[in-house]
């Protein structure tokens, strides 16, 4: 009784065949994974917040707080 050849020829072919679809599949998933679970509601919360944002009026109370050296307040 001797032990069966290990089939060697067309291993990697054949361990190609099983394991490339699975990777193109997990990997094509965990992309659209993060696409709609932080880019998407990342873009969404900077839509929102720009909705709102005064960029004149944050100026403003920066300019009255003193923290430019080339724009006096106004008080001053």
Do not use: C, W
Not at 11 to 36: E, N
Not at 40 to 65: G, L, W
Not at 67 to 73: A, D, G, M, Q, T
């Amino acid at each position: 009784m001797s032990l069966a050849k290990p089939a060697m020829r067309g291993l990697l072919g054949k361990r190609l065949r099983f394991h490339l679809p699975i990777a193109f599949t997990l990997s094509l998933v965990a992309a659209l994974g993060f696409k709609y679970g932080v880019t998407e509601p990342r873009k969404q919360a900077y839509a929102d917040f720009y909705k709102q944002y005064d960029a004149v009026k944050d100026f403003n109370a920066m300019r009255e707080a003193g923290i430019f050296e080339s724009v006096r307040p106004s008080g001053e």
